[in-house]
């Protein structure tokens, strides 16, 4: 069964940490990029970092240095661990497969990471 189910998201006020989790079955995860893109209402969902399956990372310029990057290649789980955060950063967060051109269709529930004082 194809599936993504993210989780660790909620409330957190400007500076807050959060940690981010992606269970993924195996048809997605194994030998493949993954990567964790954030969507906005009315905006295209977008990646902001990628792992590939040997660990190289990659991260869009508005996270970097803030947001971490992880996998567990025995628990097909991806981590994305978030510090710094800003109001910005508000958004629902999914994980799949990266590029988004190899995604597959059938995305996660996502999670709300919502950023607020």
């Known amino acids: 069964q194809v599936q993504l189910v993210e989780s660790g998201g909620g409330l957190v006020q400007p500076g807050g940490s959060l940690r981010l989790s992606c269970a993924a079955s195996?048809?997605?995860?194994?030998?493949?990029?993954m990567g964790w893109y954030r969507q906005v209402p009315g905006k295209q969902r977008q990646l902001v970092a990628s792992?590939?399956?040997?660990?190289?990372?990659n991260y869009a310029d508005s996270v970097l240095g803030r947001f971490t990057i992880s996998r567990d290649n025995a628990k097909n789980t991806v981590y994305l661990q978030m510090n710094g955060l800003n109001p910005e950063d508000t958004a629902v967060y999914y994980c799949?497969?990266?590029?988004?051109?190899?995604?597959?269709?059938?995305w996660g529930q996502g999670t709300q990471v919502t950023v607020s004082s």
């Open positions: 799949n497969r990266a590029p988004a051109v190899v995604a597959v269709p059938s």
């Open positions: 195996g048809s997605i995860f194994n030998d493949n990029a």
């Open positions: 792992i590939s399956n040997g660990g190289r990372t």
